[in-house]
């Protein structure tokens, strides 16, 4: 049974730090690249970070680039996600993603909520 189960989410105030866990099982974690999405009410998901299988490569949408860094623990079956310098706009539901694009196979958590308020 494939499971992606998000954690670290919380309130924190602008301009502090969470960290997301995301503890992957029931697939071989190590040959999916894994994202991390990030949804507001009404808009659409979108892409916050991404990673690929051996952790070698990052991406990040240039509104958390310098801020936010996802690394990945294949030996832990874990894909992380340091947010710092946190911003009301970062306010959002956010879900670790596996994706095997050869395959067309994507597996989603269930979100943990994350909110930046003073």
């Known amino acids: 049974q494939v499971q992606l189960v998000e954690s670290g989410g919380g309130l924190v105030q602008p301009g502090g730090s969470l960290r997301l866990s995301c503890a992957a099982s029931g697939f071989t974690f190590s040959r999916y690249s894994m994202n991390w999405y990030r949804q507001t009410p009404g808009k659409e998901r979108e892409l916050v970070a991404t990673i690929t299988t051996s952790g070698a490569n990052t991406n990040y949408a240039d509104s958390v680039k310098g801020r936010f860094t996802i690394s990945r623990d294949n030996a832990k079956m874990t894909v992380y996600l340091e947010m710092n310098s946190l911003k009301p706009e970062d306010t959002a539901v956010y879900y670790c993603?596996?994706?095997?694009?050869?395959?067309?196979?994507?597996?989603w958590g269930q979100g943990t909520q994350v909110t930046v308020s003073s």
């Open positions: 993603n596996a994706h095997w694009a050869s395959l067309k196979l994507n597996y």
